[in-house]
């Protein structure tokens, strides 16, 4: 029987067609399923073009269906819906194969791929001097024709990527070459062998079927391709033509997919830049997973912040409705609560002001005021240690390894561990547990075996959990058991804007050697924009969440747009007024809709700026998700707030030159949270200090 694959731009594009045209599309589609023969006797083939595999289906009076009829094997490619005279246009020079070395389906036009390498904007002095800088031995050149097949290059794309002799060349000619191509070709020419790239970009290929040539599709719906979709039955194509899927629903990416259904006996960690699709492939993990959970087995996802539970706990319903009952989603401190309350716990979390008067109490008292510590230091030594990492004995943190912080001799720790005894002892007099206190506590709960371990445990933002809280995430998964699948663990080293002291996962025994892949490709910034944040963080060492450097070679986005915008201003008055005609240029003529904007850090002048100029503003809430397009206005929130989120729109108000560090990384947060505008004010250090906090 044959089977018809629909490539995704059908998909984005399939609801701005007239009703009628989606109709027939449906019917198009559907005929393959009930009578193949009588549905293929209906496309045309067509003169004039490249590829004579080329069909034409009527839907519609003057609409036509481009579908890609199969030389071999019997599945249609449903390619791309418009007017006659376009949709004729659209195909008349593109190529439609099947790589014969990754299998999956590529599109490309020849000759756009060689006019692009002699572009007009290249004029002769450009060309001259673009000689001049060509590199003796360009990564790519070092590779022979078959080398460059086995990337994924087409065969009639071969001689334009051996035209290329330097990085401006390949930038140009990448957007015309497949995207899998294209991506393992950036890897090379970053320096990564080409077996490597290959390996890291796509993923091992061993297991494919190859194609016996460019015409034979019979294996394409067996492999991921990031482009196409097989229609299975009738109400599956409903719900892809549906208006609100989601691409990242529909595709993923091979190297995604390899993810979601790898089968570990032990952790595994999936780690990458912002925007690369970590918590996308989370999700699909999860539902893959909890398909072969038994009725009494539970699958819990974990995240840091609660915005982003509440986020990934909607999609879910959407994504995987069958097995959603059998997926927990829940944030780090509502699990540990729960944990908890179900071993009696009766107390309360401490406030701000609860935790200001007991340090306040116990820093005047003689056990802490005769230190030759000042307050700040002691507090943060039990912030940043003693708390987050559970030491509850003086012999451990006699011996404990303080990353990041002012070496203490034997001595020193014996006088500050007498102080960090007092604030236990005066917390647990109020009833009162901090939140990593709650935390140690649950993790004891499920130490002695109080509270049932889950099937599976998925935990995202790993890179701002403590180590008590990575111990409590492996403890409550069943790595113990030794069962298959246990813990996956997803984060970004580049995004730890909650916890400074970056912890390896290895201290809290979840052992991930083997079991780790990073993910390159952003699907959510232009690559103009991630180049930005990138330079937020140079010469600042990101580690990899395991206790080594993080790399970012081979690290690109899908699309291109416009360079953020950059803004010097020194009083508020001026940042608000740059805000207003940034907002008022995006949403003229109804470009961008104000809920797709958003300002971070909250500032009271620019928002009452707004708010006069006819603009609504919404503040974003902690334990609540966007409410997206149901509620209209510019979007404001912190940077911590923002975080889990993405707009087409961002405006940093507060970037400045003398930033700590933790600003940088919370910049690098919130400019990868932008999918196609950066706006970037730079204020001096001085004004920074004055103007408004976050909400
Ligand atoms: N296979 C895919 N196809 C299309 N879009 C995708 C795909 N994977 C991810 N995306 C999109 O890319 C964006 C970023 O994805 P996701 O949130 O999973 O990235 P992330 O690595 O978790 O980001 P961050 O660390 O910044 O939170 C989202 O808009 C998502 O829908």
Redesign the pocket.
């Known amino acids: 029987m044959a089977k018809m694959m629909l490539h995704r731009d059908v998909l984005k594009n399939f609801g701005k067609l007239p009703a009628k045209v989606q109709k027939k599309v449906v019917e198009l589609t559907q005929k393959f399923e009930e009578d193949s023969t009588q549905a293929s006797i209906h496309l045309e083939p067509l003169n004039a073009v490249k590829d004579s595999k080329v069909r034409s289906a009527r839907v519609g009076a003057d609409y036509r269906a481009i579908v890609i009829a199969p030389e071999k094997g019997d599945t249609f490619l449903l390619m791309h819906i418009d007017h006659h005279d376009e949709a004729y246009e659209w195909c008349r020079n593109k190529r439609f194969e099947a790589h014969q070395a990754l299998g999956t389906l590529q599109v490309f036009d020849v000759e756009e791929a060689e006019r692009s390498l002699h572009s007009s904007e290249l004029g002769e002095t450009e060309a001259a001097s673009s000689e001049a800088l060509a590199v003796p031995e360009y990564a790519l050149q070092a590779l022979s024709d078959e080398e460059l097949f086995q990337a994924g290059v087409p065969e009639a794309l071969i001689p334009a990527v051996r035209a290329v002799r330097n990085d401006d060349d390949f930038e140009r000619l990448a957007d015309y070459l497949p995207p899998e191509a294209a991506q393992v070709l950036y890897g090379v020419a970053s320096g990564m062998p080409l077996d490597g790239a290959i390996h890291e970009m796509l993923g091992a290929l061993e297991e494919i079927e190859k194609p016996t040539g460019p015409g034979d599709f019979s294996h394409l719906a067996d492999i991921t391709n990031m482009d196409l979709v097989l229609v299975q039955g009738e109400e599956h194509l409903r719900e892809i033509l549906s208006e609100d899927i989601?691409?990242?629903r529909v595709?993923?990416?091979p190297y995604?997919r390899k993810l979601v259904e790898w089968h570990t006996r032990g952790p595994m960690k999936i780690f990458?830049a912002?925007?690369?699709?970590?918590?996308?492939a989370l999700m699909h993990r999860a539902a893959w997973l909890a398909q072969s959970c038994s009725n009494d087995e539970k699958v819990l996802i974990t995240t840091f912040t609660t915005n982003l539970s509440v986020t990934i706990k909607g999609l879910m319903e959407k994504l995987a409705p069958s097995v959603v009952d059998r997926i927990e989603v829940t944030n780090l401190h509502q699990l540990a609560r729960t944990i908890c309350a179900r071993a009696q716990w009766q107390g309360k979390i401490a406030e701000r002001e609860d935790l200001q008067s007991i340090w306040r109490k116990v820093l005047a008292m003689p056990v802490a005021s005769e230190l030759d510590f000042s307050g700040d230091f002691v507090r943060d030594e039990f912030e940043q240690i003693i708390d987050p990492m559970g030491i509850t004995s003086e012999e451990e943190y006699l011996t404990v390894v303080r990353t990041g912080r002012k070496p203490l001799r034997r001595k020193q720790r014996k006088a500050l561990w007498k102080v960090f005894v007092e604030v236990r002892r005066q917390l647990s007099g109020r009833n009162l547990l901090t939140f990593d206190g709650l935390i140690h506590q649950a993790h004891e709960v499920l130490d002695r075996g109080e509270f049932p371990r889950y099937r599976h445990v998925l935990v995202d933002e790993i890179q701002d959990f403590s180590l008590e809280a990575l111990r409590l995430v492996a403890s409550i998964s069943p790595i113990a058991e030794g069962l298959d699948n246990p813990l996956c663990v997803v984060g970004?080293g580049h995004?730890r804007i909650y916890n400074p002291v970056p912890v390896p996962l290895g201290r809290a025994g979840i052992e991930v050697r083997g079991r780790s892949r990073r993910?390159k490709i952003n699907?959510?910034t232009s690559e103009e924009i991630r180049d930005w944040a990138h330079a937020a963080l140079e010469g600042v060492s990101v580690d990899d969440l395991d206790g080594e450097q993080a790399m970012t070679q081979g690290d690109r986005s899908i699309f291109h747009g416009p360079e953020p915008q950059l803004v010097k201003s020194g009083s508020d008055d001026e940042v608000a007024s740059a805000v207003v005609t940034w907002v008022k240029g995006l949403t003229k003529s109804g470009q961008l809709k104000t809920h797709e904007i958003c300002l971070t850090p909250a500032n009271s002048r620019v928002i009452s700026a707004l708010q006069s100029n006819g603009f609504a503003t919404v503040e974003l809430k902690a334990r609540q998700a966007d409410p997206g397009q149901e509620e209209s206005g510019v979007r404001f929130g912190s940077k911590k707030r923002i975080k889990?989120l993405?707009f087409k729109a961002v405006a940093i108000l507060d970037a400045g030159t003398c930033d700590s560090l933790l600003d940088r990384f919370e910049n690098y947060v919130a400019a990868?949270r932008a999918r196609q505008q950066l706006l970037v004010i730079n204020r001096p250090c001085r004004e920074q200090t004055e103007s408004e906090g976050d909400s």
């Open positions: 989601e691409e990242w595709f993923l990416h995604q990458g912002a925007g690369t699709g970590k918590t996308v970004d995004q993910l699907y959510r889990g993405e990868t």
